[in-house]
């Protein structure tokens, strides 16, 4: 058990949706099951997730689009399987969503490349790092970040 916001506690291994939280820096781990369904359950400076996919809310893009201000409403979600990162090179991809611009998360060198899923997530310092596998597109490069 790991003891995270509020009193909360979550464990590796635990189904969670992670995403940005642009207020406190940190990573947002949203609990998918349990008794803290759909309620934050840690704030994180770094973690992994595998068997990751990506969500991202029409109806949340939306509003952020008519009223010009951000909103929670995309997520990587997965497994969480550490809540510290491993070092990554320097020479690695950039991923990126961006809710005025796209509809889905997307390579920074290829802008139409759809990201579905991955089977590694490492998040640190503000980025994601992942080994790279996609549902319907199999990316020929063995790690990729994703920026905000």
């Not at 920074?108 to 089977?119: C, G, I, S, T």
Request: hydrophobic share 40%.
């Amino acid at each position: 058990m790991i003891d995270g916001f509020k009193g909360r506690t979550f464990s590796l291994g635990d189904k969670v949706r992670v995403y940005r939280n642009l207020n406190n820096g940190k990573w947002s781990i949203l609990a998918t099951s349990g008794e803290y369904k759909n309620k934050v359950v840690g704030h994180l400076d770094e973690l992994a997730l595998s068997d990751v996919t990506f969500i991202v809310s029409a109806a949340g893009q939306a509003r952020v689009r008519r009223e010009g201000r951000k909103n929670v409403h995309a997520y990587a979600q997965g497994l969480l399987s550490s809540v510290t990162a491993a070092p990554y090179g320097v020479d690695v991809p950039i991923v990126s969503y961006d809710p005025y611009g796209k509809d889905f998360f997307f390579r920074k060198d290829d802008e139409n490349v759809k990201l579905e899923a991955l089977q590694f997530l490492n998040f640190s310092h503000g980025k994601t790092i992942c080994k790279a596998f996609n549902l319907t597109y199999t990316l020929s490069l063995s790690k990729l970040i994703i920026s905000n």
